[in-house]
């Protein structure tokens, strides 16, 4: 199922001269609904907050958002809202429009198919090629210009792969194409630092939020290779262990089995079938 409002209107059309459509100017969240409730929401929120500041532009009303998503969201119950937040239309360049009159764009969609198995045993990943490019700017939010990950994903298409880990140009663990990724060694859990590049998910947020003591800092290839266990967190695939990583295995380990027990009880874990 699809259905979409542009501006609080029914519709699939944006114009020409949209700033989003022409510069990729503008964010995104993709939102997890479950009966009618987003358990993440909050966090979207805070992302998409800092992400208006990053990019100098006019924050949403939340409450605005809310109801749209709720009436996109009718009776699914499973459901996956992407809200995109473009500057609006413009004159031709690159210069801020004067008056900025936003474009605002909730759409729904059935959430995908996760294999149970992805879940139980773990999945596949390969090592990118494409390196991120480094900007302290835009680092952490979820703007709309993707062509990193789409040239990333570009690069296979071997079904049994689900997934890729990318690097900065120093060779340092920045994210999957579409996931954060945590690794756990020696009884403590690390993750990337994003200051300089990748996308702060709120999947990620909320493992920071349960495990404190996370250490955030540079990991490198060889800290993947002497990880005891590796998963990968997404808001709306969830909490998924690595089994194997360019030929070497895995396999998952305490932290993800009991992330994915929070998942569960918070009503996050997708639907999936045996």
């Given at each position: 199922m699809t259905r979409t409002l542009v501006n609080g209107v029914e519709d699939t059309r944006i114009a020409a001269n949209d700033r989003g459509l022409l510069y990729g100017d503008g964010l995104f969240e993709t939102?997890?609904?479950?009966?009618?409730?987003?358990?993440?929401?909050?966090?979207?929120?805070?992302?998409?907050?800092?992400?208006?500041?990053?990019?100098?532009?006019?924050?949403?009303?939340?409450?605005?958002?809310?109801?749209?998503?709720?009436?996109?969201?009718?009776?699914?119950?499973?459901?996956?809202?992407?809200?995109?937040?473009?500057?609006?239309?413009?004159?031709?360049?690159?210069?801020?429009?004067?008056?900025?009159?936003?474009?605002?764009?909730?759409?729904?969609?059935?959430?995908?198919?996760?294999?149970?198995?992805?879940?139980?045993?773990?999945?596949?990943?390969?090592?990118?090629?494409?390196?991120?490019?480094?900007?302290?700017?835009?680092?952490?939010?979820?703007?709309?210009?993707?062509?990193?990950?789409?040239?990333?994903?570009?690069?296979?298409?071997?079904?049994?792969?689900?997934?890729?880990?990318?690097?900065?140009?120093?060779?340092?663990?920045?994210?999957?194409?579409a996931a954060n990724v945590f690794i756990a060694r020696g009884g403590k859990l690390l993750t990337p630092a994003l200051e300089e590049c990748g996308v702060a998910g709120v999947a990620r947020e909320e493992i920071l939020a349960r495990y404190p003591d996370t250490e955030v800092r540079e990991i490198g290839r060889e800290d993947l290779m002497q990880a005891d266990e590796i998963f990968l967190s997404s808001s709306v695939?969830?909490?998924?262990?690595?089994r194997e990583l360019d030929g070497h295995e895995f396999v998952p380990g305490p932290f993800s089995r009991a992330l994915q027990t929070h998942w569960r009880a918070r009503g996050l874990s997708p639907e999936v079938e045996a």
């Open positions: 939102v997890l609904f479950v009966q009618g409730a987003a358990p993440l929401w909050a966090r979207h929120m805070q992302r998409l907050a800092r992400g208006c500041a990053s990019l100098l532009l006019p924050a949403p009303e939340i409450h605005v958002l809310a109801r749209e998503a709720a009436r996109v969201v009718q009776g699914m119950p499973r459901a996956v809202v992407r809200i995109t937040l473009t500057r609006g239309g413009g004159t031709r360049g690159y210069a801020v429009p004067e008056k900025v009159a936003p474009t605002r764009i909730i759409a729904v969609f059935d959430p995908p198919f996760i294999p149970m198995d992805w879940y139980a045993r773990g999945i596949r990943v390969r090592f990118g090629e494409l390196r991120l490019s480094v900007q302290p700017r835009l680092a952490g939010i979820k703007h709309l210009n993707r062509l990193e990950q789409v040239l990333a994903r570009a690069e296979w298409d071997d079904p049994e792969i689900v997934e890729a880990l990318l690097f900065d140009a120093k060779d340092r663990l920045v994210s999957a194409v695939r969830g909490i998924l262990p690595v």
